[in-house]
């Protein structure tokens, strides 16, 4: 199970046997929007606050996932997950809501794969038959919370990233037909002493390149066993800057395999500056988007490398550093 | 390994090898200051704000577990815990420090039970040989985030909770010697329609006695199987209510044998009103002043039911009620 000090293979390939991604009206306009299930043409969701909003995001997707697999709620045995939002309460709110055992997880916009991860183990392992695991963030919620309130029109440098509305929730079990979830790589914290939050990808770069590295090594894989490697909201900077990290340590990977989910969810002329990011970027992407494209034949192995920014607004006030983390799941569908 | 809807047994008891505990200058006061690894007796901790201050405590509860157990820092595979903070930085940050691969949790107060669930899954199933597991909070740092900077001298009513400053931190393995993790129970998100947040352990009662129920019929135990039911910190009122509830539903819990950890932390005169709270109080009460009994043959069956108010300043400014959690664990010693 445990190979090398912080990767699990999973022997017994959990399945993904459906999904649930909910996108907002920025996402509607992008490039992806036939991948998500339900797009909603403005911010407020018919609630009185965005945090409220958010919580319906989480709520839809869970259902959407559900119903898919044509489960009822009482079947799913856990929730796993998380989003940016100060003590989660969009998360834990839409547990609420669906009555599930829930285990609250935060790594910013990692939290999407350490769902995964988390999920693929205990589906593995026997510890449940149906779980849920997903990430959620809302644009105007976590702009309010982390930055200024949009209303104000503050301005931003060409590093910052755009906060997608959106979550995306993947329905884990040990029997049934989809993509299959094969080993988790975990991240460590990685802080090169970056201070700049609104150049979050160029700061999360290096704990992907480390998560990605320890992957190859411990599971002994060549970069090329999988047909992408996606990171989760690098942007183009911190897709740049991991490029040049893998150059200088000698790790193989070519561009063309290397992509990043933040510079796929928008079309070209969306005002995203570096690229999308948020929890819900990884989470809508991978299993609306990529999971598509896998069924539909275009990759057999993919490796999904979610980056999060462990930071605060205070921790930014206080003049620290922003710590990062990347966990990594290696998802295959179809081969032999 | 799953027994029933949400519980697991852990068939090969992971031992708590070692643990860390730490407190502040209120904790080394109180009435368990002699089962704390290291008490301070300033909250500032040398750091020039209360974050930081409360990330130390999860460091130096780490590092003590760590010590203790004879071990390098390198060999522990994973950390997996949280706190109340915003953005959960103090134990991101710790993590930055341990360079331990991380895994964020976040269930509030019941983060501690949360963390040593998983962590003893993880062990259980080959998915790690040593991991740290704990939750930690700090009483200014949250009292500033979460009411009033303290100087502004706020009345309080009985009914609410003094803030534990303290961390505790268990080292798990599949071998050695110590107390074992034999089974838990994942909470559901209960909430009764309580709004007031300075009645937490009103509003958090039904969620343990739904998980307490929950663990009692899954494992299908009559609750004298154990010496203790520890809840995380009910304090006072939340303890009526629970043996009102259990009453009620005919479930046979004595008097007697139902205690909570906010209620024993501090001596009687020490002003905290209702009882102590705080991830943090659960943490340092369990791995300090419990497993010390445990291991002096007081008790050898012991089930902690931590519990969390899954509230934010935000959600009780939104008019939300407040959606609360339990999650169990039982530890057993001797015996058999």
């Given at each position: ?56 995001l989480?709520?839809?997707a869970?259902?959407?996932a ?7 709620k ?34 910013a ?12 183990y ?14 959620s ?23 910052a ?28 914290v ?24 320890a ?18 909201d690098?942007?183009?900077i911190?897709r ?74 205070l ?22």
């Amino acid at each position: 199970m445990l190979t090398g000090h912080r990767t699990w293979v999973f022997d017994q390939k959990p399945v993904i046997i459906s999904t649930g991604t909910v996108g907002g009206p920025f996402e509607a306009k992008g490039a992806l929007a036939n991948d998500f299930d339900l797009l909603h043409s403005d911010l407020w969701l018919k609630q009185d606050s965005y945090e409220k909003a958010h919580k319906v995001l989480v709520e839809e997707a869970s259902q959407k996932a559900i119903e898919k697999a044509g489960l009822q709620k009482e079947q799913v045995q856990f929730f796993l997950g998380g989003d940016l939002i100060n003590q989660m309460t969009p998360t834990s709110f839409a547990c609420r809501t669906l009555g599930t055992p829930y285990l609250g997880l935060f790594g910013a916009c990692s939290t999407s794969m350490e769902g995964l991860a988390l999920g693929a183990y205990l589906v593995n392992t026997k510890g449940a038959n149906y779980l849920l695991t997903g990430a959620s963030s809302h644009n105007t919620a976590v702009e309010k919370q982390f930055r200024y309130p949009t209303e104000y029109g503050g301005q931003k440098p060409p590093t910052a990233q755009w906060t997608v509305t959106g979550a995306g929730v993947a329905l884990l079990s040990d029997s049934g037909e989809g993509p299959r979830v094969t080993s988790a790589t975990i991240g460590r914290v990685i802080d090169m002493g970056m201070t700049d939050p609104f150049n979050m990808g160029g700061a999360m770069a290096p704990a992907a390149v480390d998560t990605i590295e320890a992957h190859l090594t411990e599971r002994n894989l060549d970069p090329s066993y999988y047909d992408l490697i996606v990171t989760g909201d690098l942007g183009h900077i911190g897709r740049e800057v991991s490029l040049d990290l893998f150059k200088k340590h000698g790790t193989p990977i070519r561009e063309e395999q290397y992509q990043d989910c933040g510079l796929m969810i928008y079309r070209e002329g969306q005002p995203v500056l570096s690229g999308a990011s948020g929890p819900g970027c990884s989470a809508t992407v991978v299993y609306g988007h990529l999971l598509n494209r896998m069924k539909k034949g275009e990759f057999k192995r993919i490796l999904v490398v979610a980056t999060g920014a462990l930071l605060s607004p205070l921790s930014f006030q206080q003049g620290e550093t922003i710590p990062c983390i990347a966990h990594a799941v290696s998802i295959e569908y179809g081969g032999e």
